[in-house]
């Protein structure tokens, strides 16, 4: 296994770290990003998953992006973005079979990752097209509700700092035809983003042709997915790698 990093702007946090395996086996990169509130959290938070899944074929990165706080939404998502550039860039250099990117993500990072893939159904760009988007303990929505976490709700109001509106922001609100496939996976004991939102946005991405899966992991709380070695960690591979197979089986 080659570990790389990808530097795509001058800050400090806007890097990729990337790992190729000695043979990779699947067409589809794995490209993760990290939560944290928005304002927190690191790419390395990711590590044990690109060496799971490196190990296991897989080609795979974790992206960093600005998080102090006067970077807003458009910041983090052009952040995310140029990451997700360098990566498929160096794909094409480094002349793997990897043709197409699952964008995955927990929390404030699950958040990014599904506009990422909401917006790849806008865009014309074809370089390894997002093939699928795997969301754990993100957001349906970011449209203020009356039990809404007040932690949560400031860092909504730092992220539209920049003029971005909730029709920018907010998953329920980016939907369009041609989305790609999502997995959602949901603490049992979710405290920030309530369950029927998440399956209310999967709703909405079936109602525009798009196929989901929804899976409640028993025993969680939010932000669990991160230390693995536990059951609840193992149940959640188990349902990202089968998520995966049926986006790209494993070469013999």
Request: aromatic share 8%; hydrophobic share 40%; glycine share 10%.
């Amino acid at each position: 296994m080659r570990s790389e990093e990808l530097r795509f702007g001058p800050a400090e946090r806007q890097v990729v770290d990337v790992r190729l395996p000695e043979r990779p086996t699947r067409t589809v990169g794995l490209y993760y990003i990290h939560g944290g509130g928005w304002y927190a959290g690191k790419r390395q938070d990711f590590h044990g998953h690109l060496d799971h899944f490196a190990q296991r074929g897989f080609v795979a990165a974790a992206t960093g992006y600005r998080i102090e706080e006067s970077a807003g939404y458009r910041d983090k998502i052009n952040d995310v973005t140029a990451g997700l550039a360098a990566f498929r860039e160096w794909l094409a250099d480094q002349a793997t079979e990897v043709d197409r990117v699952v964008v995955l993500g927990s929390s404030a990072g699950a958040h990014l990752a599904t506009m990422v893939a909401l917006r790849s159904a806008e865009s014309d760009d074809q370089r390894s097209p997002i093939a699928g988007c795997v969301s754990v303990n993100g957001p349906g929505t970011l449209v203020p509700w009356p039990e809404l976490d007040g932690n949560i709700r400031t860092k909504i109001d730092w992220l539209r700092a920049d003029g971005s509106s909730l029709d920018e922001l907010s998953p329920d609100r980016r939907v369009r035809v041609g989305c790609p496939p999502f997995l959602f996976l949901l603490a049992e004991h979710e405290h920030l983003f309530p369950h029927d939102q998440v399956r209310s946005l999967a709703g909405l991405i079936e109602q525009h042709g798009g196929w989901t899966e929804t899976a409640v992991v028993p025993e969680t709380k939010h932000g669990f997915v991160y230390t693995l070695g536990g059951p609840a960690q193992d149940r959640a591979l188990e349902l990202i790698t089968a998520f995966l197979d049926r986006i790209s089986p494993s070469s013999p």
